[in-house]
Every structure is written in C-alpha cells, then in structure tokens.
C-alpha cells in the first residue's frame, strides 16, 4: 500500500474535437483509432472509486463527441466521485443538456479565451459566440458553470476587458492558466510568455469585488505576497506540483500519467489494458519525479529561493516544456522574477 491518496483524476476520454486549436496541447481533432470502449471506461470508473478517488475532470478533445459520455458520467457519479466536464461548447444542444441535467454532474468548464477576435483568432469563427451561447443556456438550466482562460502573449493584458463581459453572466468561478508550449502550440510557435505578475496583480485587485470567484492555476505564481488570493477564495497557497501524490492524468487509451498536462510519452508510468490502475499507482517506482523530489533537486533560481521546499519549483508540466525538459525550475514564477 502506499502512502499516497489519490484525490483527484483529469481523464481524456477521446481526441475528438470539432476544433483543431492553433494551441491545443494534446493535438485535438481526431479520435485515436484505440480509444477505450464503453466497458473498459466503465471499468477505469470502478478502479477509480476503489482508490478513493474525489473528483475527476472529463475533458477531450470535446467530451460531448463522444456517444457515451453519459454513461461514463454516471459510472462515476453513482459511485459518489464528483465530475466536472470542461467543454469548448460549440456543440451543446438541448440532448446534451437534459443528460447533463440527469447525471448529477458537479460543474462544466467552458474554455474561453477572452474576447472574441482573441478567441475565434486561435479556434475558429462564430466559436466565441457559441460558447457564450452554452454558457447562457447552461445558467439558465440551473447548471453550475465556470469559464477557463489560457494565457498567452496575445491575450493576457485583455483581461480587464474580458472581465467586464463574464460579469454578465451567473458564472461561479472563472480560471486563469498558462497556455504550455507543446503540441499545437510547440508546432504553431504559439508565442505563450507573459508576464505572470501582471496577471497575479490582476487577480489580486479584482477578487473582493467580482460576483464570481476568480483564480490561478498552478501553472502560475508562485508565493508573492498576494498567494493566498490566487487559489480563489479560500485562502490556499499553493503547496507544489501534485501529480503522482494525489492526483493523475488518464489518456482515451488509458495511458496513466502523474497529471495530464504532462502531455509526454516520457511520463507514462502504466497503461490500464496492461496493469490496473491500483497496481500504477502503488508501484514504489512510480511518479518519482515528486514521490522522490527533494530541495535539492532544484535547479537555476529555484535552488536560491527560500521558498523553494515548499513550492518544489511550481508546476512539472510547464517546466518541463518551457525549459528544455528541466523539472524543477520554473521560467514563470513570479516570485523569481522579481516581485514579491
């Protein structure tokens, strides 16, 4: 048995999409020809409740592509785990609606971008539109719903702006993140920098007063003296990467990875068709990068950093892909970068 307890799970479900984002890591578009079936999802649901497993967030590709979403949905709910879908929302229709209604989900994310050239400019024409309009029918059918930004260059000083149009809306939460620079975005030369402290200062000047709560993900930040405001409202700091100690990443052909964003054959620790999801998880081998990460292993300003055992460097993912396969330094903390 180990001493780690998985809390949380983002599971790809399928690689279909009806977009082919200029920026989207993990190259949606098309379905893996090996996707998992019905019964093998149904399965990984069952594996993931047997592991305590609280949450799990469905994403894609696009979720609702795949024909039995719902039945994957309710494997999961019915076993008590809550289940946020995240969704570009062009395809919702009422169907989609009465199933989500029915499967006693938790939330859904819709990812938008910001403004409307920022947004249709890296997807395509009339998305915006289409996501606002889920985005309205989802509040109107008493569907908690939340709205994901991915920075980049090109949009993160639209904030303001993009602010005042979420406020018309009965949102609940509204999730800032860094845009990583692989797949899509890697191939496309997404110019994905910016700079986190304008950002965080965004957040910080903002929060009190927005009608919904407003947030970093832990691909930014880290430990400037407005921390305890970026991880929403409740007052958290962030307490390093959690890949592999309480949370993973599932692939539609149910490779396992520490998390998700880890969009990298080099962080598959096990694949479901071959080993159980127990038996990865268990393995004393297994997520090394954090289950063995000490101080020591940081690298660049992070080793300087007197805050550096705490965070461990920020997030693996974004290091990994921002600065050659390093770990455990991190270009984008804010902190390192000079503000305080």
């Known amino acids: 048995m180990?001493?780690?307890?998985?809390?949380?799970?983002?599971?790809?479900?399928?690689?279909?999409?009806?977009?082919?984002?200029a920026y989207c890591g993990s190259c949606g578009g098309k379905a893996r020809e090996n996707e998992l079936s019905t019964l093998e999802c149904l399965g990984v649901a069952h594996q993931l409740a047997d592991l305590g497993c609280r949450r799990?967030?469905?994403?894609?590709?696009?979720?609702?592509?795949?024909?039995?979403?719902?039945?994957?949905?309710?494997?999961?709910?019915?076993?008590?785990?809550?289940?946020?879908?995240?969704?570009n929302g062009f395809t919702m229709t009422d169907r989609i609606i009465t199933a989500l209604k029915g499967a006693n989900i938790e939330s859904v994310a819709v990812s938008v971008d910001g403004p409307e050239d920022v947004h249709d400019a890296f997807r395509q024409q009339g998305s915006y539109k289409r996501a606002f309009e889920?985005?309205?029918?989802?509040?109107?059918?008493?569907?908690?719903?939340?709205?994901i930004s991915a920075l980049r260059a090109d949009n993160y000083k639209r904030l303001p702006e993009f602010c005042e149009t979420l406020?018309?809306?009965?949102?609940?939460?509204?999730?800032?993140?860094?845009?990583?620079?692989?797949?899509n975005a890697k191939k496309n030369g997404v110019e994905v920098a910016f700079d986190a402290g304008y950002v965080i200062d965004f957040v910080a000047k903002n929060l009190r007063n927005s009608p919904f709560s407003m947030g970093c993900a832990d691909n930014i930040g880290y430990f400037t003296e407005n921390e305890p405001l970026l991880r929403g409202r409740n007052g958290a700091c962030f307490g390093g990467c959690g890949a592999g100690l309480d949370s993973i990443g599932i692939d539609s052909i149910g490779n396992v990875r520490?998390?998700?964003?880890?969009?990298?054959?080099h962080f598959i620790e096990g694949n479901l068709?071959?080993?159980?999801?127990?038996?990865?998880?268990?393995?004393?081998?297994?997520?090394?990068?954090?289950?063995?990460?000490?101080?020591?292993?940081?690298t660049g300003k992070c080793a300087q950093c007197e805050m550096g055992e705490y965070c461990g460097g920020g997030c693996r993912s974004y290091n990994y892909f921002t600065n050659g396969g390093k770990l455990y330094e991190n270009v984008l903390c804010a902190r390192g970068n000079g503000k305080r």
């Open 258 to 265: 520490g998390c998700e964003s880890m969009y990298d054959d």
């Open 273 to 298: 068709r071959q080993r159980s999801l127990r038996d990865i998880w268990e393995d004393e081998n297994a997520f090394s990068y954090n289950r063995k990460f000490t101080p020591a292993a940081l």
């Open 167 to 183: 406020k018309n809306y009965p949102i609940f939460a509204w999730q800032l993140q860094a845009c990583s620079p692989m797949g």
């Open 2 to 21: 180990t001493e780690y307890k998985l809390k949380s799970c983002v599971w790809e479900i399928t690689l279909a999409c009806c977009f082919s984002c």
């Open 56 to 87: 799990v967030s469905l994403i894609g590709g696009e979720v609702f592509m795949r024909r039995d979403w719902e039945q994957i949905v309710r494997a999961l709910t019915s076993r008590g785990i809550k289940v946020c879908i995240i969704t």
């Open 134 to 147: 889920a985005i309205d029918v989802l509040c109107r059918n008493g569907i908690p719903v939340s709205v």
